[in-house]
């Protein structure tokens, strides 16, 4: 079991069976752990943490999907892409950080050459390797190298014929047959699957499919305006109804088929907005944006961004030793809570939503400083001035 100590206590992760636990002084004591270097003020708060807990990193931008809705606008490889040796450093930057979990992405990774040699390296410095593919490059040779991973997400949003309903081309035969492969060689699987207008009404067909293929579980992802993602955001951002709607929806999935399902950070205001415990919410540690805290973007030359989703910063990985880099350069989202604007400032969800997708703020908006205006509440506050 891995550690990192915090101010509040600490961070504790499995890879068997995989979890990661944020837990007090005490506990952490409990465990024979004990740091009066970081446990010298009475603060127990959580706040700015020593360094993330995950980072998405793209191992190459290039790419042979060329979806519509990618975020990163992938295809050809970056100019001026990390070599195997510069990716090697940067991994050891993030180890010397404590960081616990590398996302690796891209781009498609699978298309990098020496991207084994990548994960097999994570490991070896004790961060855990995770993938995040198109599934169409998943071959019966590639898939028993995959063991080396924690688990292979495999992006698809719709099933069969709707498989294309964003992408624009149909590799759904082949996407199918890599699920087959992975789970041949025991290798935990899950589907990220994209939500937006216009595959709102076929989720279910996801789950069912999910069910079949017994993946561990769906992560949905809102539809956000980045990279090419921009460019029919107005035509597939979620409306109004289906943002209330998709919460006690997905629950009733999850129940139904008796699959984990998850959401990204982008999705708490449509979770807050059904009013639940907030202590329930702090217990599975659900969180709205941490931008450059608990989630950090990495592209493949090495630059930094708070998330995938979020422009990038010229803060380069080498830089991020420092650990005051990260204090200054995402100020605008660590301190973004203490001016909150209305609706926000008065809700009781603040300090767990901290104002939704800045991302999307940003571009429907045109500032990081306004709060998600697909949030629920902030779309009733906007139109009636008043906030429930």
Same mark, same amino acid.
């Given at each position: 079991?891995?550690?990192?100590?915090?101010?509040?206590?600490?961070?504790?992760?499995?890879?068997?069976? +995989?979890?990661?636990? &944020?837990?007090?002084?005490?506990?952490?004591?409990?465990?024979?752990?004990?740091?009066?270097?970081?446990?010298? =003020?009475?603060?127990?708060?959580?706040? $700015?943490? =020593?360094?993330?807990?995950?980072?998405?990193?793209?191992?190459?931008?290039k790419c042979n999907a060329s979806?519509?809705? @990618?975020?990163?606008?992938?295809?050809?490889?970056?100019?001026?892409?990390?070599?195997?040796?510069?990716?090697?450093?940067?991994?050891?930057?993030?180890?010397?950080?404590? $960081?616990?979990?590398?996302?690796?992405?891209?781009?498609?990774?699978?298309?990098?050459?020496?991207?084994?040699?990548?994960?097999?390296?994570?490991?070896?410095?004790?961060?855990?390797?995770?993938?995040?593919?198109?599934?169409?490059?998943?071959?019966?040779?590639?898939?028993?190298?995959?063991?080396?991973?924690?688990?292979?997400?495999?992006?698809?949003?719709?099933?069969?014929?709707? #498989?294309?309903?964003?992408?624009?081309?149909?590799?759904?035969? *082949?996407?199918?047959?890599?699920?087959?492969?992975?789970?041949?060689?025991?290798?935990?699987?899950?589907?990220?699957? $994209?939500?937006?207008?216009?595959? &709102?009404?076929?989720?279910?067909? $996801?789950?069912?499919?999910?069910?079949?293929?017994?993946?561990?579980?769906?992560?949905?992802?809102?539809?956000? %305006?980045?990279?090419?993602?921009?460019?029919?955001?107005?035509?597939?951002?979620?409306?109004?109804?289906?943002?209330?709607?998709?919460? +006690?929806?997905?629950?009733?999935?999850?129940? /139904?088929?008796?699959?984990?399902? /998850?959401?990204?950070?982008?999705?708490? %205001?449509?979770? @807050?907005?059904?009013?639940?415990?907030?202590?329930?919410? #702090?217990?599975?540690?659900?969180?709205?944006?941490?931008?450059?805290?608990?989630?950090?973007?990495?592209?493949?030359?090495?630059?930094? =961004?708070?998330?995938?989703?979020? +422009?990038?910063?010229?803060?380069?990985?080498?830089?991020?030793?420092?650990?005051?880099?990260?204090?200054?350069?995402?100020?605008?989202?660590?301190d973004w809570t203490k001016?909150? %604007?209305?609706?926000?400032?008065?809700?009781?969800?603040?300090?767990?939503?901290?104002?939704?997708?800045?991302?999307?703020?940003? &571009?429907?908006?045109?500032? &990081?400083?306004?709060?998600?205006?697909? @949030?629920?509440?902030?779309?009733?506050?906007?139109?009636?001035? *008043?906030?429930?």
């Amino acid at each position: 079991m891995e550690h990192r100590f915090e101010n509040f206590g600490g961070i504790i992760a499995s890879d068997k069976p +995989p979890f990661l636990a &944020f837990v007090d002084r005490d506990y952490m004591r409990s465990l024979g752990l004990d740091s009066p270097r970081h446990w010298d =003020s009475a603060d127990g708060s959580i706040g $700015v943490l =020593s360094a993330p807990t995950e980072v998405h990193f793209a191992a190459t931008n290039k790419c042979n999907a060329s979806c519509k809705h @990618c975020y990163m606008a992938s295809g050809s490889r970056l100019e001026h892409e990390l070599t195997i040796e510069e990716f090697k450093k940067a991994l050891d930057v993030l180890a010397e950080l404590k $960081v616990f979990h590398i996302a690796l992405g891209g781009g498609e990774a699978l298309l990098r050459e020496d991207f084994f040699e990548i994960a097999e390296y994570a490991r070896e410095k004790g961060l855990v390797p995770n993938l995040t593919t198109s599934g169409i490059n998943v071959n019966p040779v590639n898939s028993e190298k995959m063991k080396i991973l924690g688990q292979v997400n495999i992006s698809i949003d719709g099933v069969g014929s709707d #498989y294309a309903i964003y992408r624009g081309v149909d590799y759904f035969e *082949t996407v199918d047959k890599a699920f087959d492969l992975l789970a041949q060689q025991n290798i935990p699987v899950g589907i990220n699957c $994209v939500i937006g207008s216009a595959n &709102f009404d076929l989720l279910e067909s $996801v789950f069912a499919y999910a069910a079949k293929k017994n993946v561990n579980e769906i992560e949905f992802l809102r539809y956000k %305006p980045s990279g090419r993602g921009t460019e029919a955001f107005d035509k597939y951002r979620l409306t109004g109804e289906q943002n209330i709607e998709l919460i +006690p929806l997905l629950k009733s999935l999850s129940e /139904k088929y008796q699959l984990t399902s /998850k959401v990204d950070c982008s999705f708490i %205001p449509m979770i @807050c907005w059904h009013q639940p415990p907030i202590d329930e919410l #702090y217990g599975m540690a659900a969180y709205g944006c941490e931008a450059g805290n608990i989630l950090l973007g990495i592209t493949s030359d090495g630059r930094v =961004s708070g998330c995938s989703f979020l +422009p990038e910063t010229n803060l380069n990985v080498f830089e991020l030793r420092d650990p005051s880099v990260r204090r200054t350069e995402f100020a605008t989202f660590f301190d973004w809570t203490k001016n909150a %604007p209305m609706p926000c400032r008065d809700c009781r969800y603040l300090e767990i939503c901290k104002g939704g997708c800045h991302a999307v703020a940003k &571009f429907v908006t045109g500032s &990081f400083a306004n709060p998600d205006p697909d @949030c629920p509440a902030v779309a009733k506050y906007n139109q009636k001035g *008043t906030v429930s």
